[in-house]
C-alpha cells in the first residue's frame, strides 16, 4: 500500500528546508539588486551598511524562509505547487514586513502614512511577493523530483 506520510521527517527535510532558506536569501539578494534605487534608500533611511546592504536586507530570508519551509511543506509532506508558493508568498511578506517595521521603529507610523512612503512600501512588498511565488516553484518542482527519484529507488 502506497500512501503519504502526513509529516516528512529526518535529514533530507531539514536538509531540504535549509537549503529553501539559503535559495529564499539569494533570490532576496537578487530582488534586492534589481530594486536598488528604491531600497538602497531605504536602507540608508533606517541606517544599515550602504556598502552591504542587499545582503542585509535580504538575510532574514534565510530564517524565515527555511522555517516557512519546514512548517509548510515538510512537516506535513505536501509536495505541490500551491504549498510552494504560498511558501514563496508568505517568506517574502514576512521578510517584508519585518523591514517595513523597522522602518517604522526608526521613523515612526506617521512616515508610513505619507502616501509617497506607503506607495514605496506597496511597491516594494508587490514585487517581493510576485518574486516570491514564482522563485518559489522551481524550489518545488526540485522537491518534487527529489521525493519521486527516491520513491522509484525504494520500489
Known sequence: MDSEPLVSSGRPARRWALCAGGYMFICATVVGIVLSDILSLF????????AYWPIIVASPAFVIGAVIW????????????F????????????????WTTQFIRVWGFEM????EVALLIAIVLGAAA?????????LMYARRRFTQNRRSETQ
Open 83 to 98: 504549498p510552494g508558493a504560498l511558501f514563496g508568498l508568505t517568506t517574502a511578506l514576512v521578510t517584508g514586513i519585518l
Open 43 to 50: 536602507a540608508e533611511v533606517i541606517s544599515l551598511s550602504t
Open 70 to 81: 519546514w512548517v509548510i511543506v515538510e512537516r506535513r509532506a505536501l509536495y505541490t505547487y
Open 112 to 115: 508610513v502614512l505619507v502616501p
Open 130 to 138: 510576485i518574486t516570491g511565488v514564482f522563485t518559489s516553484v522551481p
